[in-house]
């Protein structure tokens, strides 16, 4: 099915370990977004891109990593895991530029880091 | 910047009830405003935008909303009050920016009595 998929769903690790959360939309649209999740704050962007091979930092990116070396594809790694970053983290993709056109959200992976 | 205050953290409503939700927002210029609904463990789905034109916008599910310069306000509306509308709602508005990112409110939550 089109759409975009997030994955895994659930993870749990340790303080310290790199974990990489995987991102992937099938309707070849040109922006993607991370964005993070946490009680009381909503949804706060961590990284986003325009096209393969342009990111641009977001509200808080520090500890987070991306890359966009495929349209489809935007991963997010925390290289180092802080228990800071136990969160619920979204993904979501955009077609264009225009002011009309809306975000498409995946269905987010709950990351927990012990 | 731009920002969203959703002064509703939490809601209860009994079914068949009408429903306003508060959004207040920040915005320097003609604002981009969106408002989510997230279900337990899904990711946020559109239910209506505004931009431009009508100032009262009508969206998916019996939803509609209103945007009112004067008052900052982009409050979200339904006559009447289904169970599986029990969910966090979300306001966003978009930014002028490269990538029109998106700053979300923190959500209100909403319980529905039967």
């Known amino acids: 099915d089109a759409g975009i998929t997030q994955s895994p769903r659930y993870k749990i690790t340790e303080t310290g370990r790199q974990v990489t959360l995987m991102c992937h939309q099938t309707?070849?649209?040109?922006?993607m977004f991370w964005y993070r999740q946490d009680l009381g704050h909503g949804l706060r962007l961590i990284y986003y891109s325009a096209a393969a091979d342009i990111t641009d930092k977001g509200e808080v990116p520090d500890g987070y990593v991306v890359s966009r070396s495929k349209t489809e594809n935007f991963p997010l790694t925390l290289e180092s895991a802080t228990r800071s970053q136990t969160s619920v983290y979204f993904c979501?993709?955009?077609?264009?530029?225009?002011?009309?056109?809306?975000?498409?959200f995946g269905d987010g992976t709950r990351l927990s880091i012990l | 910047a731009q920002s969203v205050t959703q002064p509703d953290i939490h809601i209860t409503v009994s079914e068949g009830a009408s429903l306003e939700l508060r959004c207040n927002y920040s915005?320097?210029?003609?604002?981009?405003l969106f408002w989510y609904v997230q279900s337990p463990g899904q990711g946020l789905q559109l239910l209506l935008k505004y931009f431009s034109g009508d100032t009262l916008v009508q969206g998916i599910k019996g939803f509609e909303a209103e945007f009112k310069r004067s008052q900052s306000s982009f409050n979200l509306r339904k006559p009447s009050v289904h169970w599986s509308d029990a969910a966090e709602y979300f306001c966003a508005v978009g930014s002028s920016g490269s990538a029109r990112q998106l700053t979300f409110g923190s959500g209100t939550q909403l319980t529905v009595l039967p």
């Open positions: 979501a993709s955009r077609a264009g530029w225009g002011p009309d056109q809306p975000q498409h």
């Open positions: 915005y320097g210029a003609t604002p981009y």
């Open positions: 309707w070849s649209h040109s922006y």
